[in-house]
């Protein structure tokens, strides 16, 4: 339940400062270049659901590599710890 929370505050996160980061490049670029007007930055509903999308790809996957690694593993050394 955690995995879920934390993967989605992250994708959020990183969507929001995605947004806000693409629009400080645009400012900076016409800053740079002496544009009389600021140029637009789209907000692309497709390429944010792309990213969400591959984002619950990579989550699943791990989610079941883990699966398996824990499924060959006897019970009992899951539990142990060892040594150092």
Known sequence: MENI???AVSIFIGLIAGI???KLNFLILAKFLNFEETL?????IKAILITILVFLIITFISYLVMSFKFIK???LDL???KKI
């Open 5 to 7: 929370i934390l993967n």
């Open 20 to 22: 806000v980061l693409d």
């Open 40 to 44: 637009k930055a789209r907000i692309s």
């Open 73 to 75: 593993k006897d019970g």
């Open 79 to 81: 539990v142990k710890t």
